[in-house]
């Protein structure tokens, strides 16, 4: 069998739900895994992960909202460990024991200070642009730490936009920054969202 169809098939699995049982207790989901205490967990959506990296089973699904506004399948999702500490999502990112990942494809980690900040463009923006948003920026300035778009440094620390048709600018009392109004999303409210069948 080919690389491309071993591929294939291994996606098409993890695709499928799936249901494992330790003792007197059965679980079912998506991409099952048990820890070393015999702790087992399944994501409940195909796009969902697990991990056992630590010897703790952690699992972590995309939130409803972010699948409805997603143009088409959402990339895969990673889980990232630092020693006992671990998270799952998007664009991981670690430094000294901490680590974070951001809940959706377009948004960013970076690690500054020892810590990770991680960031999602709003979700109206994702409904309007999706996978064609222009990769979002961290900076740090005077121990603080921001991240967007058109990030700038000034005396009251860092700030950014939150749309790539906003705008920063310095002025003597520090940094302002502007955003256009975003619209509503034209979908049915969270509630049923929650209810509706993954793509």
């Known amino acids: 069998m080919s690389l ?107 690690a500054f200070y020892g810590g990770v900040t991680c960031w999602d463009p709003p979700l109206p923006l994702v409904y309007a642009s999706g996978a064609g948003l222009p990769p979002p920026e961290c900076r740090e300035g005077h121990g603080k730490v921001a991240c967007g778009y058109h990030c700038k440094v000034g005396l009251n620390g860092v700030r950014c936009a939150q749309t790539p048709d906003g705008f920063c600018h310095r002025d003597l009392g520090g940094v302002v920054c502007w955003d256009p109004e975003l619209p509503a999303l034209p979908l049915p409210g969270a509630r049923d969202l929650a209810r509706r069948p993954n793509r």
Do not use: F, M
């Open 4 to 110: 491309p169809a071993i591929l294939a098939a291994l996606l098409l699995a993890q695709s499928r739900p799936s249901c494992v049982r330790v003792g007197d207790t059965e679980v079912c989901g998506y991409d099952c895994r048990q820890d070393s205490s015999n702790r087992v967990a399944c994501a409940q959506t195909p796009e969902g992960r697990c991990t056992a990296e630590t010897g703790r089973v952690t699992c972590w699904d995309p939130s409803p909202l972010l699948l409805a506004v997603w143009p088409g399948p959402l990339p895969p999702a990673e889980c990232k460990s630092d020693y006992a500490r671990v998270a799952c999502g998007y664009h991981c990112a670690s430094g000294l024991g901490q680590v974070a990942c951001a809940q959706s494809p377009a948004g960013v980690c970076r």
